[in-house]
């Protein structure tokens, strides 16, 4: 499911994420709300709350009853900090991104600390899948948001290349990491949202192919031979099938990317 950020008021979103004080309903255009009761509840509070509750479930929804909930007081009481939970989806995708890392070793040089940026903002989002429901192609535009792509520009002008270049390198290397986690966090919930193993639901598959497509292999010879090796090569502990494949192309994409970068860097610097 694909849900879009910034859908809520844009005054009072932009003005929690960057300055943390909500601008007032009546100056941003719209109604005042009356003040909740005084409760020991703040805005971070609320906004790690419902983090908690996107992790714990992250193919449902966070509603603020659920936020509400885990604090122990009304949804009402949220009110007097969010305006609501199209903001707060805001927040919440804005504040988890202020887990990961400024800075990475540069000492090794600037292929080792982007395939550390990589991975590290790999396993955030195998950490907190429900993030990747939120659509990239509207931003939140908030400051840890920015910070993931701040960091990467960092590390990459260490190359040399132009800033022309460096644009289609870092949304090649930032969608590749995106993709690739969707693939793996999919596959780590499938079970759940379907009812159904992985190892079910290949194996019945499987054995219907076989019977409906018995020329499978002849028909599709190049897929068998890309597929051989999988077959033969153990699975890490705990992986499924496609949570294996996806931690297997995440090694050799990267690496072939950035192969990429380094002849582009050598052939026009």
Known sequence: MTVFAGQGDAARSMALLWGGQDIPAAQAGGRRRAPGPKRALNIDVIVEAAIAAADADPMTAVS???????????????YTYVPGKAELLDLMYDRAHA?????HDLSAGWRAAVTSWAGELRSFYLRHPWVLQVSHARPVLGPHEQAV???LAGI?????LPAATLRGIVAALFHFVRGN???????RIAAAATGMSDEEWWAGRSAL????????AERFPMSIRLSA???????RDG???VEDQADEAFATGLAVLLEGVDATRKTRV
Request: with cysteine; net charge neutral.
């Open 239 to 241: 992986a499924t099938y």
């Open 229 to 235: 090796r999988e077959r033969d090569a153990p699975r």
């Open 99 to 103: 887990e990961l890392s400024a800075h």
């Open 149 to 151: 792509m701040e960091t």
């Open 156 to 160: 990459v002008f260490r190359t040399g």
């Open 64 to 78: 603020l009853r659920a936020v509400a909930d885990r604090l122990g007081c009304t949804s009402m009481a949220l």
């Open 209 to 216: 192919l076989g019977r409906l497509a018995p020329d499978f």
């Open 181 to 187: 986690a969707q693939a793996a966090a999919e596959s």
